[in-house]
């Protein structure tokens, strides 16, 4: 496969988005961005809904590949999710089969798995291969998108890497996040790799840092040339004297998923 030059960001408008136009040029792309909203400075980006099948097809027309960024972050009324994550994934699989594009690099989340235990003591990393255990509709949602990934590998021969992205922001904000922390250098790092590997067909990941308090295990995303450089560890001090070590009879403590597994969600997690 040559390697992609044109990419396709959607959810270009939104945090992960945000970060990623700034660091992925670096590599040599060139970003295609979609939204529904206006992307700041951007005035060429493609305002457009996942639910509008003619305006996702043609924006996905020419592009080498396409990070899908777009949905909706946070747990939400299942109608709404079923629009924008599930309907709004599929009509962007469906073009992008259409349209030729050979790989997609899927925005999965550790919310289609957040009810598994996280390790405690010398318990092992999760792997990849963990069950799905989605701790909300968000979560199945991203559960969906990555047996969508395989269907269209296997049935169409599209590629994807699905990425489950523990937290990806520009610090952690939490002693969960510790964990699972990407920084966004590493986001960039992880999304290269996956955009550019031979032969994934549809791989899954676990997008962290290399963070001394890791949960999962990144062994598929270091295979696909993955190399972490960034490590949680210099904000444990300051984060656990303000919030104090997770405590394992809590259940949002004892859960990768933190916070999303309580009924409901509580925030911030
Ligand atoms: N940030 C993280 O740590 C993290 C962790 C796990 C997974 N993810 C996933 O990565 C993606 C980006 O996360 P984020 O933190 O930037 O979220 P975000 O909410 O900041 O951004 C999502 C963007 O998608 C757009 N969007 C929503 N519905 C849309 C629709 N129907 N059509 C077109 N655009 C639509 C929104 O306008 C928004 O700009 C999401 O899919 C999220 O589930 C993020
Ligand atoms: O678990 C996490 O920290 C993150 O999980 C992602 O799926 C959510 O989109 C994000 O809002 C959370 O902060």
Redesign the pocket.
Known sequence: MPAPRTVLLTGAAGGLGTLMRDLLPAYGYRLRLLDLRPVDGEPDSIIADLADRDAVREAVRGVDAIIHLAGI??EAPFEKILKANIEGTYHLYEAAREEGVQRIVFAS???AVGFTPRPQGDDPLIPVDTPHRPDTF?GLSKCFGEDLAQLYWDKHGLESVSVR???C?AEPTSVR?LS?WMSPADGARLFHAALTAENVGHTVVHGSSANTRLWWDLSTARALGYAPQDDSEPYAEKLIAEQGELDPENIAHAHL??H?VSDPPIWP?
């Open positions: 972050s946070l989340s550790n919310h968000y992205i523990g937290s922001f996040m699972v998923g933190g999303f997690y």
